[in-house]
């Protein structure tokens, strides 16, 4: 008999563990982002003095506001495409939870390194939850870069200004000093470089450009191509 | 044998990480901190701050450089009107020794990010910081959400900074001018409107025979009618301009060159980064930051203007939800909006008694109007707060018989 009571005892107690605030009406909107946008899960109805945080699965998401007092602004975090399981915790008490979809990133971002003769190699490739790179830069000079499909085709293209080989100082002392520049050259230069992620890109073919209006077909015929790196 | 093992050794030796590891401190459940969000990064100019030569225990102290950083921000037009144009994110990186290398003094430290100073016995100049693992750089900056431009801080009080894909500065005394000087090239694709390049007297004045610079800063372009600010030179500006500190004109110099070519003032924070914005800089960094903000960030009224008519018998109450719910990132952290002043007018005629109140969450009555005289307008104006939601609750005066419909107009203003 001691021992059927503390097993229900301890079974209330488990139980009463597991009970968890009522849901209500609550929901996100949208139910399906990518990376870095925003979703917002209204009508939560929590008051939490600890503040409440935002798992999606095991990732943690940026709070990055309030809804009227009832509900959270949250950026999706960033991590691979798919269904997951948000979850929203006062304490580490879960007060709610439901599925949401990951889409893929708009964009990836690759870390590329240009060495002194201007060969260029990447270093990391990842899922970029911000812009892409587009549109041409304005500058006297221009990495032009295209993206292509398995046969060829160009999908997408757009510059950067050139990655920076000289350092500048950007600032004057306090006292009052001017600007000085050194006419040190960097033998490596590492830039990162944001790229549209498009269905059936295979290829990014990266071109130095001058200042010209790369807008037109025929400046783009001059452009001297640097290297293609497979981006599959 | 010996020559499978030779094989594994140079295979060993090539394959390197794609990137070291950078050791982060976590916030939370986050590798970052959020130090202003105003939406989604694909919308928005995201930069991030990390560290070098910050000990754990140091990172308070790393957090508090930031703050400074972002706070220069806010005090210097145009960044104080579109804060709502950026994202700022905070890596906290934690390296093992504190402070950075000074190769010229033979001090050297054990950092995360490999920053030092310049060496002299190399040519290089000892203020331009620079990091010996820029891919660390960005590995670290790659635990925030996204960035458009990442801001290393090292830890030391010597004067220093240097820009290249990254930026770097030390922590001295007015080191947040870097920042906001680099974020005028960054963000407005401004130029340097330094006349010289060395600046030791030895290469003072020299002359410009490029083409016309990219830059919106810059001209060769003498013509008043064709150059590239002339809406903004005044038929009786000199061209060349040479005087009036604040006189938009042709000034000699910029570019690193002396003369053969203009900048638009003769000072700006892109020649001297204690001096504001030029107007010419000035107006091309608010078309770009404006761009990244939502209408009803940069004018909040707009929101109300649009504010829904409402059905009326007897009474209406209703809430004006601030910051206002369609926004998703409204209203934005703009400083100039601490305390905002709300006017709610009713321009329909209204009777004697009817009464508008603004109330706080608990029901407290902060300000009230009543209708004195039949057939007045209502007009109401109070003092809020942009953190804070407020309810708008109007009563008729008596009971009408009649379904009307109100369209309250609200502004926000900053004071």
């Known amino acids: 008999m001691k021992n059927f009571v503390i097993m229900l005892l301890a079974g209330l107690l488990l139980a009463s563990c597991k009970v968890q605030a009522p849901q209500g009406n609550a929901e996100v909107i949208p139910p399906k982002a990518s990376p870095g946008e925003l979703m917002l899960i209204q009508n939560l109805n929590a008051k939490s003095e600890k503040g409440l945080e935002v798992l999606f699965d095991k990732t943690g998401a940026a709070v990055v506001g309030t809804l009227d007092s009832n509900g959270l602004k949250v950026l999706a975090p960033n991590i691979p495409a798919g269904k997951v399981k948000l979850r929203v915790l006062d304490g580490g008490r879960e007060i709610f939870t439901t599925e949401v979809e990951i889409l893929a990133t708009q964009a990836l971002q690759m870390v590329m390194q240009m060495d002194a003769s201007g060969k260029i190699s990447t270093l990391s490739k990842m899922p970029y939850s911000g812009g892409f790179d587009q549109g041409f830069a304005q500058a006297s000079r221009q990495l032009s870069y295209d993206i292509l499909n398995e046969k060829g085709q160009v999908l997408f293209s757009a510059s950067v200004a050139y990655p920076a080989t000289e350092r500048k100082e950007v600032f004057e002392k306090p006292e009052g000093d001017n600007i000085r520049n050194t006419n040190e050259k960097v033998q490596n230069v590492v830039f990162p470089l944001k790229i549209p992620n498009m269905e059936g890109a295979t290829m990014i073919r990266l071109y130095d450009s001058g200042g010209d209006d790369l807008s037109q077909s025929a400046a783009r015929a001059k452009r001297k191509l640097i290297q293609e790196i497979s981006i599959r | ?415």
């Open chain 2, 1 to 415: 044998m010996k020559n499978l093992i030779t094989l594994l050794s140079i295979l060993a030796a090539t394959i390197q990480p794609m990137f070291a590891q950078v050791t982060i401190q976590a916030n939370g459940s986050l590798n970052y901190a959020i130090v202003l969000c105003n939406g989604p990064s694909s919308t928005k100019y995201d930069l991030v701050f990390i560290g070098d030569g910050f000990t754990s225990a140091e990172q308070t102290m790393f957090n508090q450089k930031v703050d400074e950083a972002v706070q220069a921000m806010r005090d210097l037009t145009p960044y104080r009107e579109t804060m709502c144009s950026f994202n700022i994110w905070r890596v906290n990186v934690v390296s093992t020794q504190s402070g950075v290398d000074h190769p010229k003094d033979g001090i050297f430290k054990n950092t995360a990010l490999d920053c030092r100073y310049g060496n002299p016995a190399i040519g290089q100049a000892e203020r331009c910081i620079q990091s010996d693992s820029p891919a660390k750089c960005y590995e670290a900056a790659g635990y925030a959400p996204a960035y458009d431009a990442v801001f290393v801080l090292v830890n030391d009080t010597q004067w220093g900074g240097c820009a290249g894909g990254l930026v770097f500065s030390s922590i001295s005394t007015n080191f947040s001018q870097i920042i906001t000087h680099e974020l005028g090239h960054k963000v407005g694709g401004l130029a340097d409107e330094y006349d010289c390049y060395v600046c030791d007297g030895t290469d003072a004045g020299r002359i410009y025979t490029g083409p016309e610079p990219s830059q919106v800063n810059l001209t060769k372009n003498t013509n008043r009618a064709t150059t590239k600010w002339g809406d903004l030179i005044l038929p009786a500006t000199p061209i060349p301009t040479t005087s009036g500190a604040s006189t938009v004109g042709l000034w000699a110099g910029g570019g690193y060159y002396g003369t053969g070519i203009y900048r638009p003032q003769q000072t700006c924070q892109m020649k001297s980064s204690s001096q504001p914005f030029c107007a010419v800089c000035h107006r091309t960094m608010r078309d770009v930051m404006d761009d990244r903000c939502t209408i009803c960030e940069l004018r909040p009224w707009f929101c109300f203007d649009r504010f829904i008519a409402v059905p009326w018998y007897d009474r209406i109450r209703w809430r004006i939800p601030w910051p206002w719910p369609p926004c998703l990132s409204c209203p934005p952290d703009r400083p100039d909006f601490s305390d905002v002043i709300f006017e709610v007018r009713f321009d329909e005629k209204f009777l004697e008694g009817s009464q508008l109140a603004v109330k706080d969450e608990n029901g407290e009555i902060l300000a009230k109007a009543d209708v004195q005289k039949n057939g007045e307008p209502l007009v109401l104006t109070f003092k809020g707060n942009r953190f804070k939601s407020y309810n708008v609750e109007f009563e008729s005066g008596k009971p009408q018989s009649a379904k009307i419909t109100l369209k309250p107009t609200i502004t926000a203003r900053a004071q």
